[in-house]
T-cell receptor, first 116, second 115 residues
Framework: AQKVTQAQTEISVVEKEDVTLDCVYE???????LFWYKQPPSGELVFLIR??????QNEISGRYSWNFQKSTSSFNFTITASQVVDSAVYFC?????????????FGQGTELSVKP | NAGVTQTPKFQVLKTGQSMTLQCAQD?????MSWYRQDPGMGLRLIHY???????DQGEVPNGYNVSRSTTEDFPLRLLSAAPSQTSVYFC??????????????FGEGSRLTVL
């Protein structure tokens, strides 16, 4: 069975602090995909990143970076120099291989609060 | 630039009533799906469709019906609403084909309360 665990339910930081959101996944598929979505207070879901199981390169996009480690089944997300606008619920998600990209298994979400 | 459009955005029902949540996309996406979001549980897949005329069950299908008569539309029907169906519902769509796992595009959500 596939499963995504985001053990941190809530995180509170002060602006400009770095923060890491943890994501641990379980799957028996050899080909799979991992995602991060952001849900700001307005409620919509915003796609942040997709990573496939064959690509363990870390990725950096501005203040955001992602660390994918197959050995520990983790796909952690770091925000550097956090800002108030980063306050949101962040979801990690997993999908299986061929044509399963739409069937996402979501973690429980981590609510990040960035205080000024 | 409509993307995925859900209606209504808010709805209050009484137990036992039926209703349909509408979802339409204008991106010619083959794949469409419905998720529900409940506190502390993330999003869970209700039903999905890989093309017109084809639907299948997700993780939590009980109490919901879907059909896909056109590529654009994927309505979700609650046959006899129950308080346990109080939730925020999201419709999503994406391209399919081969190993395509492009991002899911989500609608803005529909908040349903069943009294």
């Amino acid at each position: 069975a596939q499963k995504v665990t985001q053990a941190q339910t809530e995180i509170s930081v002060v602006e400009k602090e770095d923060v890491t959101l943890d994501c641990v996944y379980e799957t028996r598929d050899t080909t799979y995909y991992l995602f991060w979505y952001k849900q700001p207070p307005s409620g919509e879901l915003v796609f942040l990143i997709r990573r496939n199981s064959f690509d363990e390169q870390n990725e950096i996009s501005g203040r955001y970076s992602w660390n994918f480690q197959k050995s520990t089944s983790s796909f952690n997300f770091t925000i550097t120099a956090s800002q108030v606008v980063d306050s949101a619920v962040y979801f990690c998600a997993l999908s299986g291989g061929y044509n399963q990209g739409g069937k996402l298994i979501f973690g429980q979400g981590t609510e990040l609060s960035v205080k000024p | 630039n409509a993307g995925v459009t859900q209606t209504p955005k808010f709805q209050v029902l009484k137990t036992g009533q039926s209703m349909t949540l509408q979802c339409a996309q204008d991106m010619n996406h083959e794949y469409m799906s419905w998720y529900r979001q409940d506190p502390g549980m993330g999003l869970r897949l209700i039903h999905y469709s890989v093309g017109a005329g084809i639907t299948d069950q997700g993780e939590v299908p009980n109490g919901y019906n879907v059909s896909r008569s056109t590529t654009e539309d994927f309505p979700l029907r609650l046959l006899s609403a129950a308080p346990s169906q109080t939730s925020v519902y999201f419709c999503a769509s994406k391209r399919t084909g081969g190993f395509s796992t492009g991002e899911l595009f989500f609608g803005e959500g529909s908040r349903l309360t069943v009294l």
